[in-house]
């Protein structure tokens, strides 16, 4: 096995500095500051650079679900590569490790939902969709139906379309300079949004804000809405109860399909294989991505259902591809993940164990501390909402800059925990335990400590 050349962390940084464009990163804190050079893995921690031991509060970036140094996974992709490192779906082919983790997925998906298209990334997942959805429409002879309505503080992928989907304004640029016939409205976050509205009226309220986009756009050109069941990187945002069946109603009402993005959901991380089924939702394409192979490669699906493939089956060649499409490595990569998820219980350990003693552990913490206004979150992505008066659900600025604090000092001190908005936000792997649980729980307890101090 060829060993990475240790260098110290110094040495690390000042290479990745010369060379390195990162994501979601100001190159000048780069230039400036260095950036945190993670070395190895196993289950919930990673270690760094100087050899400290991290929890990984996030799971990589939502995606790491079975955790760190599973060989099963290196084992499958070796055996893939050595019988055939490539081949492709285009022009009537296949492989075999495809055609299983399409079969695979269809036994796991919704009803209806049994047919899947493979991409390398959520984003991709999301920008044949967009065109998939406008052909569906298209063949029905429906050409103005090409609309899509998404949410503020959606995150939808990073590729043109995908940014065009996305409502961080900060972030995407929403409304400036995107694709045009993509249109947004208000992420239902009743704490922050919902005012004197009890939170199943705020439900319904924000679910009827899509009601009326369709109304002021027209029925007739508007192909779809898409939403994650809870939205992730947005705050993990989980809506009343109201709104997902409200949010039905109006798609089937509407003719306007309903794209659940799965790409944080799907795959455990609400307590069921994907969120849809945890929130009772039947979508016409569900994109999934990140635990699909627990980010070991990358690799994403995109599932249609019948009632879609049924016309796109009828339309003739679909031009669309990319090289690689399901690829095999990807593919046997994914199907082992699978395998571990599903023969280790882990879907239902988030439902009836972990998932509930992390979600209790939060809401003890945010029932004691100053700061914390709100809890939220299902089976194993969560949110605190840092704030300044609970009574009023008044919340922390942007100058109290209070989540940034939070997670710079959970670092400092061994957890890797986001920082959204006035919002702590973690998502950790599935496998994480009782006591790496309340390991997270000190560190977090100790961070906010020391925000709420800093705030006076
Ligand atoms: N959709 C959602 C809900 C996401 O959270 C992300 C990424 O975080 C994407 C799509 C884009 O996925 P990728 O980063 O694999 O392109």
Same mark, same amino acid.
């Given at each position: 096995?060829?060993e +990475?050349?240790?260098?110290s962390?110094?040495?690390?940084?000042?290479?990745?500095?010369?060379?390195h464009l990162?994501? @979601?990163?100001?190159p000048?804190?780069?230039?400036e500051?260095g950036s945190?050079?993670?070395v190895?893995?196993e !289950?919930?921690?990673v270690?760094?650079?100087d050899?400290?031991?991290?929890?990984?509060g996030?799971?990589?970036?939502?995606?790491v679900n079975?955790?760190?140094?599973?060989?099963?996974?290196?084992d499958?992709?070796k *055996?893939?590569?050595?019988r055939l490192?490539?081949y492709?779906n285009?022009?009537?082919s296949?492989?075999?490790?495809?055609?299983?983790?399409?079969e695979?997925l269809a036994?796991l998906t919704?009803?209806?939902l049994?047919? @899947?298209? @493979?991409?390398?990334?959520?984003?991709?997942?999301?920008?044949? +969709?967009?065109?998939l959805?406008r052909?569906?429409?298209?063949l029905?002879?429906k050409p103005g139906?090409?609309?899509?309505?998404?949410r503020?503080l959606?995150?939808?992928?990073?590729?043109v *379309?995908g940014?065009s989907?996305g409502?961080?304004?900060a972030m995407?640029?929403?409304?400036n !300079?995107?694709?045009?016939?993509? *249109?947004h409205?208000?992420?239902?976050?009743w704490?922050?949004n919902?005012?004197?509205?009890?939170p199943?009226?705020y439900? /319904?309220?924000?679910?009827?804000?899509?009601e009326e986009?369709i &109304?002021?756009?027209g029925?007739?050109?508007?192909?779809?809405f898409i939403?994650?069941?809870?939205q992730?990187?947005g705050?993990v945002?989980?809506?009343?109860e109201t709104?997902?069946?409200?949010?039905?109603?109006?798609?089937?009402?509407y003719?306007v399909?309903? +794209?659940?993005?799965?790409?944080i959901c799907g @795959?455990?991380r609400?307590?069921?294989?994907?969120?849809?089924?945890t929130?009772g939702?039947?979508?016409d394409?569900?994109?999934?991505?990140?635990?699909?192979?627990s980010g070991?490669l990358? +690799?994403a699906?995109?599932a249609?259902?019948?009632r879609?493939f049924?016309?796109i089956a009828?339309?003739g /060649?679909?031009?669309?591809?990319?090289?690689?499409?399901?690829h095999?490595v990807?593919?046997?990569?994914a199907?082992?993940n699978?395998?571990?998820?599903?023969g280790?219980g882990?879907?239902?350990?988030?439902?009836?164990?972990?998932?509930?003693?992390?979600?209790?552990?939060?809401?003890? $913490?945010?029932?004691?501390?100053? $700061?914390?206004g709100e809890?939220?979150?299902?089976?194993?992505?969560?949110? $605190?909402q840092?704030?300044?008066?609970?009574?009023?659900?008044?919340?922390?600025?942007?100058?109290?800059?209070?989540a940034? &604090?939070?997670?710079e000092a959970c670092?400092?001190d061994?957890?890797i925990?986001?920082?959204v908005?006035?919002?702590?936000?973690?998502?950790?792997?599935?496998v994480?335990?009782?006591?790496?649980?309340?390991?997270?729980?000190?560190?977090?307890?100790?961070a906010?400590?020391?925000?709420a101090?800093?705030?006076g």
């Amino acid at each position: 096995m060829t060993e +990475i050349k240790m260098n110290s962390t110094a040495q690390w940084q000042a290479r990745d500095a010369r060379h390195h464009l990162h994501s @979601f990163t100001d190159p000048g804190l780069i230039l400036e500051q260095g950036s945190r050079i993670i070395v190895r893995g196993e !289950g919930s921690h990673v270690w760094d650079s100087d050899g400290r031991k991290i929890l990984d509060g996030m799971a990589g970036l939502w995606c790491v679900n079975i955790g760190y140094g599973r060989t099963e996974l290196s084992d499958a992709a070796k *055996a893939q590569m050595d019988r055939l490192p490539y081949y492709n779906n285009h022009f009537q082919s296949a492989v075999p490790a495809m055609i299983e983790l399409a079969e695979r997925l269809a036994g796991l998906t919704p009803a209806g939902l049994d047919h @899947f298209t @493979f991409a390398n990334s959520g984003s991709e997942a999301n920008d044949v +969709i967009v065109r998939l959805a406008r052909y569906y429409w298209k063949l029905l002879g429906k050409p103005g139906k090409r609309t899509i309505i998404s949410r503020t503080l959606a995150y939808h992928g990073s590729t043109v *379309a995908g940014v065009s989907l996305g409502g961080m304004p900060a972030m995407h640029g929403m409304d400036n !300079g995107t694709l045009p016939e993509f *249109a947004h409205v208000e992420h239902p976050h009743w704490y922050v949004n919902g005012g004197d509205l009890a939170p199943a009226d705020y439900g /319904l309220k924000a679910a009827r804000a899509i009601e009326e986009k369709i &109304l002021e756009l027209g029925p007739d050109n508007v192909a779809a809405f898409i939403a994650e069941p809870v939205q992730g990187a947005g705050g993990v945002i989980v809506p009343p109860e109201t709104y997902w069946p409200e949010v039905q109603r109006i798609c089937r009402a509407y003719d306007v399909l309903l +794209i659940a993005d799965e790409v944080i959901c799907g @795959f455990g991380r609400t307590g069921a294989w994907f969120g849809s089924q945890t929130f009772g939702i039947e979508p016409d394409f569900m994109p999934m991505a990140k635990g699909i192979s627990s980010g070991y490669l990358p +690799i994403a699906a995109v599932a249609l259902h019948d009632r879609i493939f049924d016309v796109i089956a009828k339309g003739g /060649l679909w031009p669309h591809g990319y090289t690689y499409s399901g690829h095999p490595v990807s593919c046997a990569v994914a199907l082992a993940n699978i395998e571990i998820i599903a023969g280790e219980g882990l879907v239902e350990r988030v439902r009836d164990d972990i998932g509930p003693y992390f979600q209790a552990s939060l809401q003890a $913490l945010a029932d004691r501390h100053p $700061l914390v206004g709100e809890r939220r979150g299902v089976g194993l992505m969560a949110a $605190l909402q840092l704030v300044r008066d609970k009574a009023t659900r008044t919340v922390c600025t942007m100058e109290d800059n209070a989540a940034i &604090l939070t997670r710079e000092a959970c670092y400092a001190d061994g957890l890797i925990a986001r920082a959204v908005g006035q919002s702590m936000v973690l998502s950790p792997p599935l496998v994480i335990t009782r006591g790496e649980v309340d390991e997270l729980m000190e560190i977090l307890t100790r961070a906010l400590d020391g925000t709420a101090r800093t705030l006076g």
